[in-house]
């Protein structure tokens, strides 16, 4: 479902180099909250090793998890598409070791290099059109007792 | 038809999940079933309920385990045995997953749901032949952390990184879930191997193995490297009944595990 | 071997003779006799009930019974029924299962008649038939021993066509109008100037030797013309005939073909077809216990892919459309079947169009594909066209 998302897979060398001197690297202990539901979006991050997971606040009741996220995946897309704000809470569920990025210096990029640009935007399209595929077939309940959907 | 059912005595039932268990047998007389190969089946008789095609989840000397699923009358009525009774067995059927054919390769076995017994005595098979085969990938995935089967020997493998190199993913997690959360193929990312030369074992919904051999073949594995495990009606096991035909393939006798080189068109054709 | 196998000519008191001697050897001899108003298979005592001066007119979807002037015996197409009721009986007891009071459980094949058949009067087609469910039922790694057992002891007075129908469509199978491997004995009834006589000839060692003791005549040339000729003749007056082209190609590429929708609008799904057809062998099983509960059976009877429930999986049918059964079953017979077992499941007897109650016709169904088939790949091949010249400069 995500071989096409990978940052090795999904960004061409020049501009995956270009995109890779803004990295930082940063390390987190499990249990820190990366960005919460609602805020700006202003940063993203690229799983090194360890385990992020997505969630969703529910009132009186603990956090959902929606996703866990692993090695060389991609943290994060609200922070590309307006109105940059995250849509999803993120925690580490793990100590997790990933590479940083501004968000708003990586939009500067894009809009003064069209290549470089639309090499992101298609890197991010994937993400989330792999995201939704997923989340489709999570929604059919497979592994229900019988399979999916209803006899004809 | 062919061959009456031999007696088994049922010498352990353990139950798995909330509708699976896993059932231990032996033979109840001096007569025994030949022995199984990962990915063969059995057609296990419930005495005057009747006989359903059931994969074997153990091989031991003499003893067979089955998980079994209670989704119908005759798989409610295996799930309800309790140790000391017997069942009628007849076997073995079918292909297995011809691990043979996989010496030197990295192995990727990737499971969804039930699944995964199929794929256990597989999985045992290449764990006793370290040497002949390059890294191990189990890939697991389940609706809820109590859906998942051999819970506690999954637990130890992922957590002792190895082998196999062994990651779970739920669709829906519970507090306390020590594994992934998502489809089964996301957790590809995470697995060791070289496409060129690995051999992936697939076995679940049959939505789930289209996702998961169309995902590989993206990755670089050749389509006859993707064996799949699938599943029709089945009455006789012997090739007779027409019920388990699917296209050119009776599944009974060329399958159930066969090529995604050859599952791939006849999975693609509505109502096949 | 074959040149020196008997050939002789049979006079109707020959024919009983034949009859009265398989019987005297202890055979039940089955063959066609008119009853409820059709040609049946049927235990015969003499020769004599064999269906002498009845044909049979068939179209899709219909069939009658009209009498012949020349009393001919096997001047009829065939019926309803084939020689697989016999061989592969309808409903068959496969095994006993008994528990005892401390829960063991013993299971024992059930008991069997063993008959010994001798079929008279079984056409080219039915031989192809019986050689198809040969290699179904007892020529793979497991055998269904009821069946083979069966057929192991059963004798082949072969037919061969002199009156076909209007629709039978053996000579595009392959699989007549004459007879040339597979029976003990084969028959070429004649009825002209010369008399009512039957030119047999044996193929096997049984046949050989059972004509042996049956009061016959040496074969003339002229009756081995005559019968010769006739069988040619009835090659040219087939009343349908497949598209000659490869079926079971032709199928393999018709899976998504808008025909299984015109004939799914007319198909009654009833399974007729696979019920009258010589080569259908599909069947289920029934789980049956007694009051006790201490004893159970387990039965097969014949199945048909037509069913609902044949594709059952998990909680619904795996085929639930007509048109996908359709698809099945058509192309099962003619393609699939390849893969499976070797050969065509078709021998072309025709029965699946007359017994059909809303006349489908396999090889109109056929010939549509065909041509819906070429009509894509003549559209393919105008694109093809069509694109190469716009890329010309």
């Known amino acids: 479902m995500t071989s096409a998302t990978t940052l090795t897979a999904a960004l061409p060398a020049e501009h995956r180099a270009r995109l890779m001197r803004h990295a930082r690297e940063v390390s987190f202990p499990a249990g820190t909250r990366l960005f919460e539901e609602g805020r700006r979006a202003d940063r993203f991050w690229i799983v090194r090793t360890g385990t992020v997971v997505l969630d969703v606040h529910v009132p009186g009741r603990r956090a959902a998890v929606i996703e866990s996220l692993g090695h060389g995946e991609l943290v994060g897309w609200s922070w590309h598409i307006p109105p940059y704000v995250w849509h999803l809470g993120a925690e580490a569920m793990s100590q997790v070791r990933a590479w940083e990025f501004d968000a708003e210096a990586v939009r500067e990029m894009c809009a003064r290099d069209p290549g470089f640009g639309r090499a992101i935007a298609v890197w991010v399209g994937h993400v989330v059109a792999d995201r939704l595929r997923a989340a489709r077939i999570r929604l059919l309940d497979l592994y229900g007792p019988y399979g999916s959907g209803s006899p004809p | 038809m062919t061959d009456v059912p031999l007696p088994y005595r049922v010498t352990r039932v353990r139950p798995e999940t909330a509708d699976t268990v896993s059932v231990t047998l032996a033979p109840a007389g001096a007569a025994a079933v030949a022995p199984f190969v990962p990915g063969q089946f059995a057609m296990v008789y419930a005495f005057g309920v009747g006989e359903i095609p059931v994969s074997v989840s153990r091989i031991g000397h003499r003893e067979l385990v089955h998980t079994i699923r209670a989704v119908g009358a005759v798989s409610a009525a295996l799930c309800a045995l309790r140790p000391g009774e017997q069942v009628g067995l007849r076997g073995p059927f079918g292909t297995g997953w011809s691990l043979g054919r996989a010496i030197g390769q990295d192995l990727l076995v990737m499971a969804g749901g039930i699944g995964l017994a199929p794929l256990r005595p597989l999985v045992a098979a290449a764990l006793a032949a370290p040497h002949a085969y390059g890294r191990l990938n189990l890939l697991v995935g389940a609706r809820t952390p109590d859906d998942l089967l051999y819970a506690g020997r999954l637990r130890a493998w992922t957590a002792a990184h190895g082998p196999p190199r062994c990651a779970v993913a739920v669709d829906r997690p519970s507090p306390g879930w020590w594994g992934r959360v998502g489809v089964v193929t996301t957790l590809l990312n995470g697995a060791r191997f070289t496409p060129r030369n690995t051999t992936a074992f697939v076995c679940g919904p049959e939505v789930m193995i289209r996702a998961a051999a169309r995902e590989l073949v993206h990755r670089g594995l050749a389509p006859h490297r993707i064996r799949v495990s699938l599943e029709r009606n089945m009455r006789c096991a012997t090739g007779h009944c027409g019920h388990c035909q699917l296209g050119g393939v009776l599944l009974c006798r060329d399958g159930p595990v066969i090529g995604w080189n050859r599952a791939e068109g006849l999975l693609s054709v509505r109502e096949m | ?393």
Request: aromatic share 8%.
């Open chain 3, 1 to 393: 071997m074959s040149e020196r196998r008997t050939t002789a000519v049979l006079d109707r008191t020959g024919l009983d003779a034949l009859v009265q001697v398989l019987r005297a050897r202890g055979r039940t001899v089955i063959g066609p006799t008119v009853r409820d108003g059709a040609v049946v298979l049927a235990d015969l005592a003499t020769a004599e009930e064999l269906p002498f001066g009845w044909g049979t007119e068939v179209e899709a979807g219909r069939y009658r019974l009209v009498p012949r002037a020349d009393g001919a015996a096997f001047a009829h197409t065939t019926g309803p029924q084939s020689w697989k009721a016999f061989l592969h009986p309808e409903r068959e007891k496969v095994w006993d299962a008994d528990r005892t009071a401390d829960g063991r459980l013993s299971v024992a094949e059930a008991p069997r008649a063993r008959p010994s058949y001798a079929f008279l009067g079984v056409r080219p087609c039915d031989l192809r038939a019986v050689a198809i469910q040969d290699r179904v039922l007892a020529g793979g790694r497991y055998q269904d021993r009821g069946y083979r057992e069966r057929r192991a002891g059963a004798f082949l007075i072969a037919a061969e066509c002199t009156e076909p129908g209007a629709t039978c469509f053996c000579v595009s199978m392959g699989s007549g109008p004459g007879a040339d491997a597979g029976f003990d004995l084969a028959l070429t009834e004649l009825v002209d100037e010369t008399g009512h006589r039957f030119h047999v000839r044996a193929g096997s060692d049984a046949g050989d030797e059972l004509l042996a003791e049956v009061p016959h005549r040496p074969a003339e040339p002229e009756t081995q013309a005559a019968a010769r000729d006739a069988v040619d003749a009835a090659r040219e007056r087939m009343g349908r005939a497949m598209p000659p082209v490869d079926l079971r190609t032709l199928l393999g590429d018709s899976l998504e073909a808008d025909r299984w929708d015109d004939v799914a609008a007319r198909c009654l799904t009833c399974g007729n077809c696979t019920m009258v057809c010589p080569t259908c062998f599909c069947t289920t099983t029934e789980e049956i216990t007694d009051l006790t509960g201490d004893h159970a059976e387990r039965w097969q009877r014949w199945d048909s892919c037509f069913d609902l429930d044949f594709s059952y999986l998990h909680g619904g049918p795996v085929r639930a459309s007509a048109r996908s059964r359709y698809r099945q079953w058509l192309t099962h017979k003619l393609s699939t079947w390849y893969e499976q077992f070797g050969s065509s499941g078709c021998v072309g007897c025709g029965r699946c169009i007359t017994w059909c109650p809303v006349g489908i016709d396999i090889t109109e169904e056929a010939s549509a594909l065909h041509d819906e088939l070429a009509a894509r790949l003549r559209r393919h091949d105008q694109e093809g066209e069509n694109g190469r010249k716009e890329s010309e400069p």
